[in-house]
T-cell receptor, first 110, second 114 residues
Framework: EDQVTQSPEALRLQEGESSSLNCSYT??????LFWYRQDPGKGPEFLFT???AGEEKEKERLKATLTKKESFLHITAPKPEDSATYLC???????????FGQGTTLQVKP | DADVTQTPRNRITKTGKRIMLECSQT?????MYWYRQDPGLGLRLIYY???????NKGEISDGYSVSRQAQAKFSLSLESAIPNQTALYFC?????????????FGPGTRLTVL
């Protein structure tokens, strides 16, 4: 069964304290792995798509990496405005549908 | 202007009422999706459409129906609302690249069924 698990569920950081969020997946053929940011009461905002193991993408303080079993979202020197829930999703080859993880809620304190 | 818009943004209704949620997009994407989000359950796919003449059920389609009126419009209906359909509903469009599509979400509709 295709599955996505994100850890930790919640993460509290001090401003400037770098860390990583994990997304582990099992899927029968990966078409793509997606990262989204979601603010409370709003729709998910697209961040990155990763297509194959070894690929990396960066945007400001965020860097996403991909292996054959997991993806990491590295946050370097976070700021309070990075506080949000980060969602990971995979698109399976057999169905083409997106399967979402539960998300990691990040809080960055000044 | 937002690329994906949803109306209404908030709706409170009673059990048994018919409800329609509307989605419009200006992104020019052929693919459109409806999801619901519940605390602890994440985002789950209700229905999806790859073009105007194509409608497909997602993992939780029971109790819902959809209509693709045009490339830019995709509406979701609850024929007879029940309390466990209380949730956040999101519409999304899909931009195709090769054999993947990146989905872009609307702002959501918060639906409460009393």
């Amino acid at each position: 069964e295709d599955q996505v698990t994100q850890s930790p569920e919640a993460l509290r950081l001090q401003e400037g304290e770098s860390s990583s969020l994990n997304c582990s997946y099992t899927v029968s053929g990966l078409r793509g792995l997606f990262w989204y940011r979601q603010d409370p009461g709003k729709g998910p905002e697209f961040l990155f798509t990763l297509y194959s193991a070894g690929e990396e993408k960066e945007k400001e303080r965020l860097k996403a990496t991909l292996t054959k079993k997991e993806s990491f979202l590295h946050i370097t020197a976070p700021k309070p405005e990075d506080s949000a829930t980060y969602l990971c999703a995979v698109q399976a080859s057999n169905t083409g549908k997106l399967i979402f993880g539960q998300g990691t809620t990040l809080q960055v304190k000044p | 202007d937002a690329d994906v818009t949803q109306t209404p943004r908030n709706r409170i209704t009673k059990t048994g009422k018919r409800i329609m949620l509307e989605c419009s997009q200006t992104k020019g994407h052929d693919r459109m999706y409806w999801y619901r989000q519940d605390p602890g359950l994440g985002l789950r796919l209700i229905y999806y459409s790859f073009d105007v003449k194509d409608i497909n059920k997602g993992e939780i389609s029971d109790g819902y129906s959809v209509s693709r009126q045009a490339q830019a419009k995709f509406s979701l209906s609850l024929e007879s609302a029940i309390p466990n359909q209380t949730a956040l509903y999101f519409c999304a469009t899909g931009a195709v690249r090769g054999n993947t599509d990146t989905q872009y979400f609307g702002p959501g509709t918060r639906l409460t069924v009393l």
